[in-house]
């Protein structure tokens, strides 16, 4: 049984598909911890009412990056995870704590990596003229949304789509996407084979 901790920082929606897909296919792990940097995040009074630990780690008060994701580290490693899942985690993390979880921690990030990395991705998308954009799950490494691509997920811009629009069909490709991948992880049907990930299930990496 692989142990699975998640990192929310506010609504929590991939979190709850990845709770909910885990539970109702019968996953061979269990997700040990919910936790999140902002106090009151939506996401965690959907996993407290799922038998869920939920903790709260406020970066607030932490003096440098470093301390808080020392005690971050100090925190999850209490729940022996075998992958941490950062859905909808704002935070960048120092190289320490990437390391520490080397290819056994997955992201999900709002646009087709290697385009338009950090924030507003949709809205800068929209700007550029962008005729698809989509979402992507990849390991996370030391690189800012950069790190080996696990999958992706496509929708098409069509006319009069906005930020919001675009935003809100992309997560429902997300709550697709992001539980299919962390299965594939528990079971241990991921392997990253000269930094491209390799998957042995026999579906498709890509989602549209
Ligand atoms: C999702 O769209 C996710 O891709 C994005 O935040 C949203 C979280 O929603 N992640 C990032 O922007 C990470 N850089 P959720 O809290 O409902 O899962």
Known sequence: MKSIVILISGRGSNMEAIVRAC??????????????????????????????????????GFASREAFDAELQRVI???S???????G?????????????????????????????????????LEMGCKFVGA???FVTADLDHGAIVAQAV?????????????ARVLKLEHRMYPRAVRWFVEGKLAIVDGVVRQSDGEAQAFS
Request: net charge negative.
């Open 89 to 125: 985690f704002m935070r960048i993390l120092t190289p320490s704590f990437t390391a520490h979880y080397a290819e056994r921690m997955l992201n999900i990030h709002p646009s087709l990596l290697p385009a338009f990395t950090g924030l507003h991705t949709h809205a800068r998308a």
């Open 77 to 79: 490693d209490g729940f």
């Open 136 to 138: 992507t799950v990849h």
């Open 23 to 60: 539970a109702s296919e019968v996953w061979p792990a269990r997700i040990a911890a919910v936790i999140s940097n902002r106090p009151g995040a939506a996401g965690l009074d959907f996993a407290a009412r799922h038998g869920i630990a939920t903790l709260v780690l406020d970066h607030k």
């Open 81 to 87: 995870p075998d992958l941490l899942v950062l859905a």
């Open 155 to 167: 929708v098409p811009v069509i006319a009069g789509d906005d930020e919001s629009s675009l935003s």
